[in-house]
């Protein structure tokens, strides 16, 4: 059954990404089923808005995991298992240890990016081009295959001006390339708590912003989703996991 999901784009002062709903329905558990029984959908829309997805009220899962596991399949073939590919403990989720859980609370307690300097533009707002802002990547670009998706939602943030994730359209820099030799830098995604962003790691770079450890908590959820690596990759193992014997 074709699901009525609704995209409209791109995010709030950017050029790329989608926001999406499903009108008509309330809550995670049903667009997770809507999203199950029409599963080429989000997967279109999220290439059709360029590589980032927002999907707002989604707190529910918080509740329910499983929900996010189930959401993540519908990605993607293959969800990481982080009990399985060497990952800490303590930042895997103890009942779905397909999420991989960024917080600097216990058990946890991972510290955030360092204080950029200057802290902030003259303007008051946050510094987001090199040199000022490092750290731009796609997701374990070191891996054959790398991820292709990732699911991140937002069970504690922290308020506007603290710790938000930065997002790049990837193909847009790579086609305005040369000689505008310059990161497309095209928008701040203010987390609000429900919300899950699903982003494409083969098209989008991103980069983390600092937030005050010491005095705000913050809890992310992700999951990674693989297994359509492309034929550049035919054969291969995946890098990161030894070899059975
Ligand atoms: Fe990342």
Redesign the pocket.
């Known amino acids: 059954m074709r699901a009525s999901f609704v995209s409209t784009g791109p995010l709030p002062g950017a050029r790329f990404g989608g926001r999406v709903c499903l009108p008509g329905t309330a809550g995670a558990a049903a667009l997770v089923e809507a999203a199950e029984a029409d599963p080429a959908a989000l997967p279109r829309l999220l290439a059709e808005a360029g590589g980032v997805l927002l999907l707002p009220a989604m707190g529910a899962m918080a509740e329910a995991p499983g929900l996010l596991l189930r959401l993540s399949r519908v990605f993607g073939p293959e969800v990481e298992n982080y009990r399985t590919t060497g990952m800490a403990p303590n930042m895997v989720h103890p009942a779905v240890p397909e999420i991989f859980i960024v917080s600097n609370t216990p058990p946890v307690s991972r510290p955030p990016p360092k204080r950029p300097d200057p802290p902030f533009n003259p303007d008051g707002s946050l510094p987001v081009q090199f040199p000022h802002r490092r750290g731009w ?3 374990q670009s070191y891996r054959r295959p790398p991820p292709d998706i ?1 699911l991140f939602l937002a069970v504690v943030p922290v308020p506007r001006d603290q710790r938000q994730t930065l997002f790049a359209d990837g193909t847009a820099a790579y086609a305005a390339l040369p000689p505008a030799l310059k990161a497309r830098v095209d928008g701040v995604h203010e987390w609000t708590a429900g919300d899950l962003v699903v982003r494409d790691n083969r098209c989008t770079v ?3 912003t600092r937030f005050d450890a010491e005095r705000l908590e913050r809890v992310i959820w992700r999951t990674t989703v693989g297994g359509n690596p492309g034929p550049g990759y035919a054969g291969e193992r995946p890098s990161w996991l030894a070899a059975a014997e």
């Open positions: 990547h796609t997701d990732s991103h980069a983390a």
